[in-house]
Each structure stands twice: as structure tokens, then as C-alpha cells.
T-cell receptor, first 117, second 112 residues
């Protein structure tokens, strides 16, 4: 299957700082990528849809000014958590969509563990 | 937003036993994907089902898509400790633009 990478895999930061997480599709181009957040012992919650060359689409309840998404190329999307606070500590996972015409599949990155002190 | 139910939430079984996980909704799905996630990792795609009534097999795993495309099941035969993980169903609907809305997940623990 297709490979998606995330960087960093783990980050610890102080409250009030900003953190950037990268999501890359390594062997395919993805016009659409997705960002999810997962709290301990819970399922994945979709945060936003990242579209190459256009603004991201955020799910209800997700602050677009706090979670900045940039999809500057067909293989890279970034999520920046601005002014991070302890409640933003979570497991952030991206996925990249491959295929077209009803035969699309989402491939997930390995996730980024964020801890805000 | 569709109401998606996944059951059971937790399943602990002995090696060699069988298990079934269910994913149900009141909405019609255009497709449904099953993933397995291990701690600290991203979900790994197991299968995609598209056609109502479809049955797919992946070694000891059998996936079934309901005739009406509103539900799906995952059956594991002779479970092994390596099957331990969080099993997630993620359907797409015709109006979801390809977005996945995950079920709550079923945590499966297989003990030797």
C-alpha cells in the first residue's frame, strides 16, 4: 500500500508555543489530505480536510485560527497548533487520499504525539 | 452527521476463539473501510467494501457488507495474539465528499 509519513513522531512543548506537524505522501500524489485527533482510549476525530492549493475545510467545533493547515504541494500538508495549551495534548494523525472515481482509499501516517506542558 | 454504532466496545478472548465486531448506521454508505490500529501508531487499512452483500476474506478475517449498505461486520476465526488491536470501521456516504467518520472502535485483546 501507499506510504504516508509524519514528522515529528513525538513533540513536547511549553504552553503558549506553536508546533508544526508535517504529513507527506511518499510514493503518490494526494490532492486531499485529512487531519485527525485522537485522545487516549478514543477513536479518531476528523479535524479538517486539507486541499492542495486551496483553503482547508474544518469540521464543526474545530478552531481554524488555532489549527492552521497548509497544503502547499501534492505531497505535503502541514498542521500548525498555534499557542498550544495542555488541553491540545493529543495524538495527531494525518491521512492522504489515493485513487479516484469511487475507488479512493485513505492511507494513514504513523501519528504525532503532542504533549504541551 | 450520521449516527454510527460500533459494537462491542471491548472484547477479550483466548487464543483460538472466534469473534465478531459490528458496525451499524441508519445511513446508506457508498463504501466502508475497516482499519486496525495498534497503540502509538496510525490505523492500517484492512479492507474496503463497496457492494451491498459483499463478502471479503483476508486470511482469518471475514468482512461482510450488509445488503442495504447500512451495516458491516468483521469476523475473526481462531484469533491469535497478533490480532490484538483497536478495530475501527469508517464508512463514507454519498454526501461526505470522501471524508471518513470513524466508529468508536472495538478494542480486541487476544491472550495466549
Amino acid at each position: 500500500g501507499a506510504v504516508v509519513s509524519q514528522h515529528p513522531s513525538r513533540v513536547i512543548c511549553k504552553s503558549g508555543t506553536s508546533v508544526k506537524i508535517e504529513c507527506r505522501s511518499l510514493d503518490f500524489q494526494a490532492t486531499t489530505m485529512f487531519w485527525y485527533r485522537q485522545f487516549p482510549k478514543q477513536s479518531l476525530m476528523l479535524m479538517a480536510t486539507s486541499n492542495e492549493g486551496s483553503k482547508a475545510t474544518y469540521e464543526q467545533g474545530v478552531e481554524k485560527d488555532k489549527f492552521l493547515i497548509n497544503h502547499a504541494s501534492l505531497t505535503l500538508s502541514t498542521l500548525t497548533v498555534t499557542s498550544a495549551h495542555p488541553e491540545d495534548s493529543s495524538f495527531y494523525i494525518c491521512s492522504a487520499r489515493s485513487g479516484t472515481g469511487g475507488r479512493e482509499t485513505q492511507y494513514f501516517g504513523p501519528g504525532t504525539r503532542l504533549l504541551v506542558l | 452527521t450520521q449516527l454510527l454504532e460500533q459494537s462491542p466496545q471491548f472484547l477479550s478472548i483466548q487464543e483460538g476463539e472466534n469473534l465478531t465486531v459490528y458496525c451499524n448506521s441508519s445511513s446508506v454508505f457508498s463504501s466502508l473501510q475497516w482499519y486496525r490500529q495498534e497503540p502509538g501508531e496510525g490505523p492500517v487499512l484492512l479492507v474496503t467494501v463497496v457492494t451491498g452483500g459483499e463478502v471479503k476474506k483476508l486470511k482469518r478475517l471475514t468482512f461482510q457488507f450488509g445488503d442495504a449498505r447500512k451495516d458491516s461486520s468483521l469476523h475473526i476465526t481462531a484469533a491469535q495474539p497478533g490480532d490484538t488491536g483497536l478495530y475501527l470501521c469508517a464508512p463514507t456516504t454519498y454526501d461526505s465528499w470522501g471524508k471518513l467518520q470513524f466508529g468508536a472502535g472495538t478494542q480486541v485483546v487476544v491472550t495466549p
